[in-house]
Every structure is written in C-alpha cells, then in structure tokens.
C-alpha cells in the first residue's frame, strides 16, 4: 500500500519533471529558431552554394543555365596570372599591415596608458579615423595623396621632398594604401592593447621598481611577455581583417594601376559581378575561405601552445 | 624631476601623434568649409588647417545636386532596422544557448561560433542569388534580412547571459512567470549594457555598408550615404569642398553616436579582446 503510494508520487513527480524537461525544449527552440533560420538561409546556405558553384560554369545573370564543368576552374585558378598577382597583393598587404599596424597601435597604448590629464583627448584623437567609414577615408585620401596639389605633397615640398604620384604608381600605390589603412585601424588595436595593459597587476612594476628595474627593463621584462595573449588576439583579427582588403583598392585604384593594388576579395567582386563568371569567382572564394580558415587556425594553435 | 621629464615626453610624443591622426580629419571639415579656390591656394600652408573665409556655400550646392539628407535617412533607417531586430532575434538566442537546456543546445552553439570564420566576401555572390530568387534586389528585404542575425552578437549576449543568476530565473518562473514574460520582465531590464554594446557595435559596422548596397540596390531611392558620397565623387564637375562637404556630413551622425555611446562601444571591442 504504502509502497503503490510511493510509486505513484514518484511517476507523478517524473512526469512533471519530463514535462517541464519537453517544455524548455520547445521553449528553447521557439527561442533559437529566427536566428538558425535567418543564418541557415543567408550564411549556411550562400556558404554551401559558393562550394558547389565552384565545380560549375554559368552567367549571374542566368542562374538557371548551370553546367557542371568538375575542377575546370580550379585548373583555370592555378594558371591564371592575375590570380597569382591577386593572391601576392593580398599577402604583401597582410605580411606589412599586420605587424605594422599592431606595432604602432602598442606604441600608441603605452602612450596614453598613464595619467596624464590629457590622456582621453589624445585616446579619441587615435580613435576617430576607426569610426569614420572607409568610404570617407578613402575618398579623403585621394584627394590627400592627389600628386599635384594633395596635403601630403604639399607637406613633403616643406621638407624639400618633389611630388610623388603614389596611387598613379604601381611601386606606390599599394604602399599608399598600406600607409592609410595603418592610419585607419591602428586606434581599434590600440584600445584591446590598452585593456590589456590596464590588466597587469601594478605591483609587480613596484616590486620590480624596488629591485631597480628602469621603465626600458620594465617593458621588456613585465608589459611585453604579460602581452602575449592580446597579442596574439590582436594578430589575428588584423590578420583576418587584411586578408579581406576590399574597399581600398575597389574605391581609390579600381586594382590598377599595373593590377598593383588588386586583391582577392577585389578579384571575386570583378570576377563575379563584372565579368559575371559565377562558377570561376565561387571557386576564387573558395580558396579564399581557406586562406582564411587556415589564418584562424594557425593562430589559434600558436596561442594554445604557449 | 625625472617623472616631470617622462611626462613632458609623453605630452610631445602623443601631440605629435595625434596631429598626425588627426589632420586628415581637420583639412576635410576645414576645406569643406571654405571657398573651393582658397582650398587650393591654403594648401602649401598652416592656413588649410585654419577656417578662415568661412561659408556654407559648399554643403548648399552639394546638396543642392545629390539628395544627401534622403540617403542619410535611408541609411539611418535600414541600419536602424538590422540593429534594432537584431537585438530582439540574437538576444532571445542567446539567453535560450545560454539558459534553457534543450537538445542540441551545445550543437547550434559550436556551429554558431565556427560560422563567425566565413567572410562575407565568401559568400558575397551566392547571397545575391538568394536575394535574387527571392525577388528582393531592390527592395529594403534585401539590406536588411540577411544582416539581422549575428553570431557574434549571439555569442556575446551568450556570455552575457550566463552570468546572471539562476535563481532569479527560476523563482520568477515559480511565480508562474512564461519564459516569454521571465526574459522581457527580468533578464532584458538587467542586460542595459549588453543590449547598448551589440546595437552600437551592428550600427557602426553597418553604417559603412558598401559592397552589398552597390549589388543590391539599382536605382536612387534606396542608396545609402556610403554609395551616395561615391557617386558624388566620381560625378563631373568635381568640386573639392564639395565632396568635402559631404564626407563631413557623413561622418557627423556617426561621430555623435560615438560619443554618446562611446563607453559601450570600447566596452565591446575590449571585451572581445580579452575573452580573445
């Protein structure tokens, strides 16, 4: 008897239990479900599509005229010179940008991480060519870079430099983008640098104070090695950041002159939207969306084995 | 006396910096302030970082050939959508991720995570397809729908959420609260900050929408500031101050969004740096 009582309160309290278990599964799904679904149709499924269009051959004007041509396209990739140049542009941009711009965007932190009274007039200062649009900066830079009459010329005559062409040159044009981008981006590093610098006890500088160490020795020894994991972080957003350059070159240069400023990103728009060969672009972006994987992953291994 | 020497290194070293930063902005809200002949004629000297001769005749004629303030309205509105349905669609994800426990919760968040990897670029031409099945090129659908989902918004309403307390959840849902009615009367009022980050993190990022725009819209009516300063720019007769005019312009709203929610905005990146 008593234990048919027992029994009976136990499959109640399970079937409340199961129950209340069933509805937070509904409740979780009806909650998770705008979000999957607006991902799987406008991130899962271009994604899925862009690998298949790569085996394939058609007009983006004429989606319905598809024809499987297998790895032509990836056999066309590995002969088509201007792929190469494309892929070199995108990583001498990268291999220069990166360390350039996490370089100056330290400098910058440990400049304004003290107390001096000033020290959120110049933070903003480095700060504001971030949140202006790269549309602006890069229309603003042409007419800076202009070689008869921009402001950099026009500084460089002060120093007795002559004109220079910079975006009409091919050997100039890249480095011209290189020099803006830096100036653009390096106050977004800085402030993840400043968080991190902001994060290091204040009394290991005084203990090694005490034991002598001057501000030279401090940085080696203290700032830079407590870095390493923002540093790291740091690299990567700005490595995957570089692999993508697009507006740049699509706005101040168009790719030229010379194909010079030409990018991956650049060659997937023209290759798609220009010249409107759907497949050869897809598998463009493909090999993109490796480069970019194997950034991310190289990156997140070297921060996991230290 | 040598902490008085390191600051007054420190003071010239960032003055010094921060002209450098700084200049390419002053000369184009300065040019675009003074007569297009005294632009050219200042440029060899300090005066074209001065507002000398002062005139709004720059931002009259600019706007008097490209309707500027419809495409500032047009961009204000659809990045406005995308972040405003953003928060209700990636929050409620990420409170469901992070508090309910359903079958394939850990799934969806590992795919959500990996997701963040693809570029946009990647998938640029595919997702024109989509929207061109769709019948959406041209229409606000196509500007908005696609953006409105975010995994790293969801991720960071994820990390968020997980900090709050389960106690308060459960004994709001003891007092027989829906979780419809637990998540807007108690956990939405105490996430002010999270909600504050994403929005203005998705606002900036979509305020200088370019390459989609270009794709996806044909005609005038839906163009946004981004698109209208670069047709400005390569549209003859070109003028300077005027495209400085408009550059400025476009740079003012989101200046002051800035500062006014600039404590998030920092908040944002620096916490997706440390978490890193």
Redo the contacts between chains.
Sequence with gaps: MMQTAMNAHKREHISTFSRQKRRETLVGYSFVTPAVLLLIFFLVLPFLLAVAFGFTKFNLLRPDKIHFTGLDNYKLLFTDGLFYKSLWNTLYFTVIVVPVQSGVALMLALLVNNSLKLRNVFRIAYFSPVVTSMTVIAILWISLYNPNEGLINSALHFFGISNQPFLRSSSQAMNSIIFMSVWQAAGYQMMIFLAGLQGISKDIYEASSIDGANKLQQLRYITIPSLYNVTVFVLTITTIQAVKLFVQPYIMTNGGPENSTRTLALLIYQQGFQFRNAGYASAISVIFFLIVVLISFSMKKFLRDK | MRDTR??LL??I??LI??L??????L??VVSSLKPENQI?SD??SLK?LLPLNLTLDNYRSAFERIPMIKYLFNSIFYVSVICISGLG??S??G???AK????G?EF?LVC?IA?M??????????????V??LHWVNTWFALI?????N?FS?FMFRQFFMDIPNEILESASIDGSG?LKT?ASIVVPLSGPVFATAFILDF?SH??D??WPI?VTTGESLRNI?LG??TF?TLPPIY?GQ??AT?TF??VP??VL?LLLQKYY?QG??S???K?
């Design positions: 390191t600051k420190l003071y070293l960032n910096m921060s450098l930063f700084i200049i390419p902005l000369w184009m050219f440029l060899s074209s669609v990636n409620i994800c409170y469901a991720l309910l426990r359903f079958r919760n969806i959500i997701l990897i693809v570029p946009f670029e990647s998938i640029l031409m595919p997702l024109y397809l989509v061109n099945a729908v696609p953006f409105i989902a995994c969801i979780p998540f900036i305020w200088g370019f390459m794709l981004q300063i670069q720019f300077y495209i400085m550059l476009t740079t989101i200046i800035f920092v990146i620096t997706a740096g440390i890193g």
